[in-house]
């Protein structure tokens, strides 16, 4: 089993910045990839941005220049910078895991429980 935990939301101004976190711990032998996902108010949840395990990066068009997806392999921890925040980016922002897990190697698949993003206009 693996369990995601995420952390960094909270209340910011617009053109503010704010840093998400998402640690996985667990039974990891290798991260394939991790996603931050987000569910407006409403709204169907969507995909921000995606790092797979050899750095490969993509993002939702409406984030492009703005967000940054990062990872630190040793601690299976990524990030989320986010800057020149816009009201419309307020959301419950959620982390996205796939894993290789021991002993069997199996993977595991699964999300957080979801950080609040709010921007102030």
């Known amino acids: 089993q693996v369990q995601l935990v995420e952390s960094g939301g909270g209340l910011v101004q617009r053109e503010g910045s704010l840093r998400l976190s998402c640690a996985a711990s667990?039974?990891?032998?290798?991260?394939?990839?991790m996603d931050w996902y987000r569910q407006p108010p409403g709204k169907q949840r969507e995909m921000v941005a995606t790092?797979?395990?050899?750095?490969?990066?993509n993002y939702t068009d409406s984030v492009k220049g703005r967000f940054t997806i990062s990872r630190a392999n040793a601690k299976n921890t990524v990030y989320l910078q986010m800057n020149n925040l816009k009201p419309e980016d307020t959301a419950v922002y959620y982390c996205?895991?796939?894993?290789?897990?021991?002993?069997?190697?199996?993977?595991?698949?699964?999300w957080g429980q979801g950080t609040q993003v709010t921007v102030a206009s």
């Open positions: 667990g039974r990891i032998l290798r991260m394939i990839q």
């Open positions: 996205n895991g796939e894993f290789q897990t021991a002993p069997s190697g199996e993977t595991w698949y699964g």
């Open positions: 790092i797979t395990g050899g750095g490969s990066t």
